[in-house]
């Protein structure tokens, strides 16, 4: 893990795979999260960093939480942030986070379509025989995962055991919210030419108990972007996220037993700068500016 930066009037409280947490000195309501450019597959954290990708993801979801403003109010207390880390930071404020990951689908595919290969579900919901790799469900689907240590992987999570982690009304706003996130995500990214096949999302509570959207929201890290003119159901899509490095770490080229247990190799750098470059593009057909 990189040394996480000294910044004058913050002190540093915690890093993840991708962000960094600060406490600014002298208040107790708020912390300053900074986007890294580190990028993470498989439970690892990779070498080398992704060039410009914290700035993306702080950008991009700063745009999402004004598309969204109307569904549930966000975290943002401020862009005024040290320089060091201008552009992939923001002040925000400090919440008790849902011990939940809240995940909804709109395809099939990745983890949900594994588990229906083998079981017919997804998040143990029974679903109709015969659908493919890419299928759209008529819905969005609510299947939200436990919250894992790092270096461990989440577990889905039935909707009752969402329901005895935080109570019946609780979950049904949880899953009512994640749903509308992606659907409105998806009304908005379709006019772009993306659509949104899953995304997860995190909530937290404000101090009056009000339920509050933090950390990210429907970015390439958190979320899995297809380009809408090549969708065809019946084998995996084309991305605008990450999966593009899980290709290169799975493939031949990279020599890397996923089963190992050992670190992957370094990316090579023409799949860094064409991950960046996938990053990038979302982010500018998006929100329709240069990055």
Known sequence: MTTPLEIPGFTHLYSGKVRDLYAPEGRDDQLLLVASDRISAFDFILDPPIPDKGTVLTQLSLWWFDQLADLVPNHVVSTDVPDVVAGRAVLVQRLDMVPVECVARAYLTGGGLREYVADGTVSGLALPDGLRDGDRFEEPLFTPSTKAPMGEH??????????????????????????RILARGNEIAGERGILIADTKVEFGLDASGAIVLADEVLTPDSSRFWPADQWEPGHTQPSFDKEFVREWLLSSESGWDKGSGEAPPALPADVVERTRAKYVEAYERLTGRTF
């Open 154 to 179: 989440d577990e889905p999570m039935s909707y009752e055991a969402v329901e005895a982690e935080v109570g019946p009304e609780m979950a049904a706003r949880l899953r009512d919210l994640t749903t």
